[in-house]
């Protein structure tokens, strides 16, 4: 049975758009359609906050808020922002978000929003042992789960990779930027999936965010030797994830 106060307004804070529902924490049902607004530029707390409050009176939700934010987050204070402005940085986001928003506001990191979804509700439900999700959109986030137990924080997609980052090496904004076909993005993706396979040893691999709706384009070219699949909850896993954790 579903109960208010298990209904919770996730909101997936992405870098170009910020995704957001009203869903049952405890089946990972979306009650409404998911909508996206544009993330605004410069992403301030201010900014994104005000986009979060006409996202809030567009559902005409009073209740309890989960936002998956860009950022390491420990205890509800950002401690980094990727792809958002730097004012996030060691602000206590679940205080500011809960004062402007005049509701309870929960913060976690988005691909760790995403994560929890894909592992309860999702790709890897059941998985025992490690199993890595990956967020590819604007950058990539990362989530690494041991025997269904989340380690936070992981933003793999931040690590020295190829001379720069790995986010900047195979996210899908480098694919766009540099015209890559799927087979040459696929291509740069299996030198990063081999060298997480080295420091990890996942059994399992899932590719969420916004490419993966797009699986079929480039799964013939992936090659790893953990098993490989799309997220299966698609770009809606950070704002089904993202109202999870309000009670994680």
Same mark, same amino acid.
């Given at each position: 049975? /579903?109960?208010?106060? &298990?209904?919770?307004?996730?909101?997936?804070?992405?870098?170009?758009?910020?995704?957001?529902? *009203?869903?049952?924490?405890?089946?990972?049902?979306?009650?409404? !359609?998911?909508? $996206?607004?544009?993330?605004?530029? #410069? +992403?301030? #707390?201010?900014?994104?906050?005000?986009?979060?409050?006409?996202?809030?009176?567009?559902?005409?939700? @009073?209740?309890?808020?989960?936002?998956?934010?860009?950022?390491?987050?420990?205890?509800?204070?950002? %401690?980094?922002?990727?792809?958002?402005?730097?004012?996030?940085?060691? *602000?206590?986001?679940?205080?500011?978000? =809960? $004062?402007?928003?005049?509701?309870?506001?929960?913060?976690?990191?988005?691909?760790?929003?995403?994560?929890?979804?894909?592992?309860?509700?999702?790709?890897? /439900?059941?998985?025992?042992?490690?199993?890595?999700?990956?967020?590819?959109?604007?950058?990539?986030?990362?989530?690494?789960?041991?025997?269904?137990?989340?380690? #936070?924080?992981? !933003?793999?997609?931040?690590?020295?990779?190829? $001379?720069?980052? +790995?986010?900047?090496?195979?996210? @899908?904004?480098? $694919?766009?930027?540099?015209? *890559?076909?799927?087979?040459?993005?696929? @291509?740069?993706?299996?030198?990063?999936? +081999?060298?997480?396979?080295? %420091?990890?040893?996942?059994?399992?691999?899932?590719?969420?965010?916004?490419? =993966?709706? &797009?699986?079929?384009?480039?799964?013939?070219?992936?090659?790893?030797?953990?098993?490989?699949?799309?997220?299966?909850?698609?770009?809606?896993?950070?704002?089904?994830?993202?109202?999870?954790?309000?009670?994680?």
């Amino acid at each position: 049975m /579903k109960t208010e106060e &298990r209904i919770i307004m996730g909101v997936d804070i992405g870098g170009t758009g910020i995704k957001y529902a *009203l869903v049952n924490s405890v089946t990972g049902e979306m009650l409404t !359609e998911r909508f $996206k607004k544009a993330t605004p530029k #410069p +992403a301030t #707390p201010q900014a994104v906050a005000s986009v979060i409050q006409e996202a809030k009176e567009h559902l005409d939700w @009073n209740g309890d808020i989960g936002c998956g934010l860009p950022s390491i987050v420990s205890n509800g204070v950002a %401690l980094s922002a990727a792809n958002i402005d730097n004012q996030w940085i060691d *602000l206590n986001v679940n205080e500011f978000l =809960s $004062k402007f928003l005049n509701c309870n506001v929960k913060v976690v990191n988005d691909a760790d929003a995403a994560g929890l979804a894909e592992i309860k509700f999702g790709a890897g /439900k059941n998985i025992n042992g490690v199993v890595l999700l990956l967020t590819i959109g604007t950058g990539i986030g990362s989530a690494l789960f041991v025997n269904g137990n989340l380690v #936070p924080n992981t !933003e793999l997609g931040h690590i020295k990779f190829k $001379k720069d980052t +790995a986010e900047k090496y195979a996210s @899908n904004t480098t $694919k766009k930027q540099k015209n *890559l076909s799927y087979k040459e993005w696929a @291509n740069r993706m299996n030198k990063l999936l +081999a060298h997480l396979e080295r %420091l990890f040893t996942p059994s399992l691999f899932i590719l969420g965010g916004g490419i =993966s709706k &797009r699986y079929y384009e480039y799964s013939d070219y992936l090659q790893c030797n953990a098993d490989i699949v799309p997220a299966e909850q698609d770009n809606a896993a950070g704002v089904i994830g993202a109202a999870m954790a309000f009670y994680a």
